[in-house]
């Protein structure tokens, strides 16, 4: 069964630093995603991605933050100096985006420590 | 912003019995209602889902039921069994590409 995909599982990093989170979409899917969830809050929207561009996005998704689908495979939140409050889990989502198909599925998160 | 509320952080049932999740949602643009289930350290997998033109869908174990009147959804697991066990969020969205708004969750437990 096609998964969403999602490396690395955690990173440390260092405040101030630049880090970037990488996930692989489900192949025929067009609409992808990022949320996050700060330890013991709920899960909360960032950003959505649709024919190479940003469709809508959050108040937290500020110009520290930013996307790419650099191929036709990858999908990317880059993350230009983290902060404190940036430590949390990182999930990439992807959709078909149409009455058929507008299930998001998400990957296994990537587990953002800033330090 | 409380868009989507599940009050109740923890049920136990024992198992085989039927487990109800309940969610509530203020914002009446919503029209797609999804249930994820949660294991800590790991992302929210996709149960089952329902549109605003529905008011009840089944999957198995599982069945949601939206009360568009009330802005309330259930989740039904029957039998519930004990790898059940998870957190369970309830998501809605405005569109079929949109953003989705969680709850806050509601910590499963099944016991033997």
């Known amino acids: 069964e096609p998964e969403v995909t999602q490396t690395p599982s955690h990173q440390v990093t260092q405040m101030g630093q630049e880090v970037i989170l990488r996930c692989v979409p489900i192949?025929?899917?067009?609409?992808f995603y990022w949320y996050r969830q700060i330890l013991g809050q709920k899960v909360e929207f960032l950003v959505s991605?649709?024919?190479?561009?940003?469709?809508?996005k959050s108040e937290i998704f500020d110009d520290q933050f930013s996307v790419e689908r650099p191929d036709g495979s990858n999908f990317t939140l880059k993350i230009r100096s983290t902060k404190l409050e940036d430590s949390a889990m990182y999930f990439c989502?992807?959709?078909?985006?149409?009455?058929?198909?507008?299930?998001?599925?998400f990957g296994p998160g990537t587990r953002l420590t800033v330090t | 912003d409380q868009q989507v509320k599940q009050n109740s952080p923890s049920l136990s049932v024992q198992e085989g019995r039927i487990s109800i999740l309940n969610c509530d949602y203020t914002?009446?643009?919503?029209?797609?209602f999804l249930w994820y289930k949660k294991y800590p350290a790991e992302g929210p997998t996709f149960l089952i889902s329902?549109?605003?033109?529905?008011d009840k869908n089944e999957d198995g174990r599982f069945t949601v039921f939206l009360n568009k009147s009330a802005k309330h959804l259930s989740l039904h697991i029957v039998p519930s069994q004990p790898g059940d066990s998870a957190v369970y969020f309830c998501?809605?969205?405005?569109?079929?590409?949109?953003?989705?708004?969680f709850g806050t969750g509601t910590r499963l437990q099944v016991t033997l």
């Open positions: 192949s025929n899917h067009l609409y």
């Open positions: 329902i549109s605003s033109i529905k």
């Open positions: 991605f649709y024919n190479n561009e940003i469709s809508e």
């Open positions: 914002n009446s643009m919503f029209d797609y």
């Open positions: 989502a992807s959709s078909e985006g149409n009455y058929q198909g507008y299930e998001q599925y």
């Open positions: 998501a809605a969205s405005t569109g079929t590409a949109s953003k989705l708004t």
